[in-house]
């Protein structure tokens, strides 16, 4: 088998124990932390996998970051949409190589990039925000990780509308996303699918009643959760603490008036 | 906007409440419950989210199933990957338009539906399986989905290697995953990701044990739950009854020794 | 050590693998299930612990029952608090041999069981409902644990206020338990503690802004959930369902205006 | 309603929007915080449940503290057993006024606070650890909550066997509770009950190992969960982070060979 190599300008993580650092690659650079530095010029043209010693002679793990990793690692200036919810949010919403996709807000786009990776070439996505500096945020981090050309980004507050029509998945990461379901209904196919995520109950019941009014079927709502263990085999436990709490996942579907 | 509508021999979902029926569309045909007679052409041509009634009255709503419908009608023989499970899996082995992986044991295809649907028409899916009435459903339940060309399954039990080599992923779902972490090491990409799912924590203590002995790296273990709302805006409520178990996940990236 | 015997008029339960019954042992009287049938002439003196074969060859172990076997086992004709909730409810409403409670509505009896069996000799439990039917049930099935001298059962709607006063804690497992708030404060003792529980998220809202309006404090919100695993000890394992919701804790302290 | 006073030498409560302290009042001493200085004049005789302010004008409310606040606000030196886990231990041993039960380790006392708490003046609870210093601390925290009567410390390692025999119920929170088993049945009565708390899976199995081989029925494993709410009743919503996990617990009963 012929190793892969990591090459200049690709996007590397470097693992020591349980913490990790997600880097891209250049030529004359470095990477410095509390652990040591490493040259990047170390670690151009490694086999992913291999092993190399910062200054301080501490090993870390040169790796090609999965998309979990991009996205627990993902700059924010927000809370973001964890990972055990975008898993879901991606079946449900039926991301595929190909679709195209809304989102509303943008935040700092840790699901912008989900959906930019799951849409493939031929997808893509619009996002929609009506806060400049988080665009800029959410537009550096999908540079970062190269799926800039599958994102436009739309600097807009959606209370005015979506400019696109015919779309295969909405989903709103707003305080009151009930308000904006007319235009939701404009924009997305009568194939699609819709999705939002709400911290409080209060939210969840607002939505629950604009969905019936805006003639949605085949409604779910359902919380996520991820429980860690430690990786020790012959003493196996979960964790101490685990996330409680990140938001209430609602699913829908549109309804047709003949 | 120009309505979408459900065309001859396309998949399609009638929805009545929480029940869900997924049917291949095929003109002359019926589809035929306790609930109701359906003309498969009267629905054929009809647009997506429209209602149509039973013989009984009953009102079914057509929809495009999700790739999440499908995981949960999957027709199954053996306990299925549940779709809960599925999307943490496809984050952590980042899967992608393009990719190629292994499995193994195929089952009743419910992870291989994913896996397919998730590769894109470029990627690529190995499924293998010693039981050839497994393979024969799986394999039905792919070329329901129309999702056939993606797959090769291979009738084979793995404990003789894998044919594939330069793998970006390798998920196994067997009782006894650290015996074939040597297989495994040959066939998957050093910059791969592997992973496994077990319903017992001795299982976890054993493939822990394997992988550290197999030069693996970045492991993690977690379980995944989710718990289901009854969607009633003023009475919102969990569900009585939740899953509360499946399996404990077991991710990790190959070490290489330089 | 002397061996416990189990005596003619005690309470005793029966242990089949998973399967547990609990009965009431009187001389010339028979246990009879679609396991076999035990007489209870069989059963009396006969040591705890030990093992009584049904007529068909069934081996039953014979023990005293736990509180939680009985909680569990409560004859019912309506949802019961559940023990996973119980045992929270007794620590946060400071339970101990003594305390004088009131609960509303009572229900099949369970928590009333509970709060007699934690109040000893000393302590009473004031329960009220205003259906005569459920009433004489939850009579029925503390007379059967041997508790109804610790209880007094109010056939009255609490709508109507309580009779008693000065009382260590209240409990309402009712529909709307922010309309009896103002009585509560009459009858609880400003050193009481006030407990709830409640299905819905809606109604905790509810409850919630009664308590502010009526003068509580050290205000609190939870869920519990226990999980069981199979206890094999080489394939460990949770078992594959567990109760999702039962509902919603809520608890609270008075306020005193001097 | 005469109100009833805090008291001289009585334990109290100050609490503080979600933060509460446990004091022992007496008079001529005071109670200071970064939150301000309380003197116990001032605060002995005042009625439960009122606001006292402190000299920076922080106003605190003066309760009388349930097992539940002494529980989580135990002083300690090693890990406790948790208050949700101690609620399903007093179930499933079945404590009640007049229990004799047997605990080891003492740990910092707080399941030893339970267990004296609900055997009332006529039970007993004698707690054995091997270390001085956990048992001094233990003597504190139970002498602080006006419990130490009903205490007797055994500074002894239990794989000597216990002095105490026809006991109601034994809990173990030792590492390897296997290696005992032999002496619980030596001082467990043939009704009794018996639970343990073990961190690890592997400990688990060992356990269920053991109690098979040392002639228990009636095993159970269980993990408990406690979700806490943001009281808010217009934004009601889990926190964010929960406890992921303490312990399993597991809960057997003895066989009589006879």
Redesign the interface.
Same mark, same amino acid.
């Given at each position: 088998?012929?190793? *892969?190599r990591a090459k200049d300008t690709e996007l590397a993580m470097l693992?020591l124990g349980r913490k990790?650092f997600i880097i891209r690659l250049k030529a004359g650079t470095k990477f410095q932390t509390h652990l040591g530095i490493l040259l990047h010029d170390d670690l151009i043209n490694q086999?992913?996998?291999?092993?190399v010693a910062s200054h301080l002679g501490k090993i870390f793990?040169l790796?090609? $970051?999965? @998309?979990?990793d991009i996205?627990l690692h993902t700059p924010r200036e927000s809370q973001i949409i964890f990972? *055990?919810d975008?898993?879901?949010i @991606?079946? +449900? @919403?039926?991301? *595929?190589?190909?679709s195209q996709v809304i989102e509303a807000g943008t935040g700092s786009g840790a699901l912008t990039t989900?959906l930019a990776?799951?849409v493939? #070439?031929n997808g893509h996505v619009y996002s929609y925000d009506k806060r400049a500096d988080m665009q800029a945020l959410a537009s550096n981090n999908l540079t970062r990780v190269g799926l800039e050309n599958r994102i436009s980004f739309r600097l807009q507050d959606i209370s005015l509308g979506m400019e696109e029509?015919?779309i295969d998945a909405i989903f709103l990461d707003l305080a009151s996303p009930e308000r904006y379901l007319p235009h939701v209904r404009?924009s997305l196919?009568?194939?699609g =699918?819709f999705g939002s995520i709400l $911290?409080?109950?209060?939210q969840?019941?607002?939505l629950?009643?604009g969905l #019936?009014a805006n003639g949605f079927?085949? !409604?779910?709502?359902?919380?996520?959760?991820?429980?860690?263990?430690k990786? !020790?085999?012959? +003493? @196996? +436990? $979960?964790?101490?603490?685990?996330?409680?709490? =990140?938001g209430?996942l609602v699913f829908a +579907? $549109?309804? !047709?008036d003949?």
């Open positions: 088998m012929v190793l *892969k693992g990790n086999p992913w996998g291999s092993q793990t790796m090609q $970051p999965t @998309l979990h996205l990972p *055990k975008i898993g879901t @991606l079946l +449900r @919403l039926s991301i *595929k190589p190909g989900a990776w799951s493939g #070439e029509i015919d404009k196919s009568n194939a =699918t $911290p409080t109950t209060n969840v019941s607002s629950l009643r #019936e079927t085949n !409604i779910d709502v359902c919380e996520t959760f991820i429980r860690y263990y990786v !020790i085999p012959d +003493r @196996l +436990r $979960p964790v101490d603490r685990m996330v409680g709490h =990140t209430y +579907r $549109p309804l !047709i003949d």
